[in-house]
């Protein structure tokens, strides 16, 4: 017989996390004592640039929950989207130029629309390292050879990433 507590274990999880992360940052500040106030500031910057980033990008997701149909999702981002899906996610990731993490709300909602799996992890992936602004920075000061054969290493990985992930979380379902 199971007892329910009234918390699933997803619903801790993240304050276990959190509890862990505190507890190495506590650690790491004793141990490195001259690091704690560079550690402070940094920590400060990074609170204040996700306040004034996170709610506009909650309030865009929530127009795009609105807007944006599961049809138009399934269609071009679904599990029958193929490989003009994952074309799709790379363009998507690739045009914003914001900090990641305003990419994971609109992750989360690609996800209850129907969105392959491997799809969202190509845009995130794209978001992270292929922005069309740092692709011509890098051509700029490092040359077409370089931003080319990077562009392509890059693509490469971001797809077989989306693929096995896709993989791994389908055999983690099932089991």
């Known amino acids: ?23 190495v940052a506590v650690m790491l500040v004793i141990a490195f004592p001259g690091r704690g106030q560079a550690t402070r500031a940094a920590s400060v910057r990074l609170l204040v640039e996700m306040a004034a980033v996170l709610p506009a990008a909650m309030v865009l997701m929530g127009l795009f929950a ?3 149909s599961n049809d138009t999702v399934t269609k071009y981002l679904g599990q ?12 998507l990731g690739a045009m914003p130029s914001g900090p990641l993490y305003a990419a994971f709300p609109m992750a989360a909602e690609l996800l209850k629309k129907g969105a392959r799996v491997s799809n ?21 000061f490092l040359g077409v050879k370089f931003m080319a054969a990077r562009l392509v290493l890059t693509i490469a990985a971001v797809v077989i990433m989306g693929l096995v992930t896709e993989r791994l ?7």
Do not use: H, Y
Request: with cysteine; proline share 3%.
């Open 169 to 175: 979380v389908a055999r983690r379902q099932t089991s």
């Open 66 to 68: 609105v807007w944006v």
């Open 120 to 140: 969202v992890v190509v845009l995130l992936s794209a978001w992270a390292c292929i922005s069309i602004p740092q692709e011509l920075v890098e051509l700029q």
């Open 80 to 91: 029958a989207s193929g490989v003009k899906g994952i074309a799709f996610a790379l363009l």
């Open 1 to 23: 017989m199971r007892l329910r507590t009234g918390r699933s274990k997803s619903a801790v999880r993240p304050w276990v996390l959190l509890g862990i992360i505190l507890a």
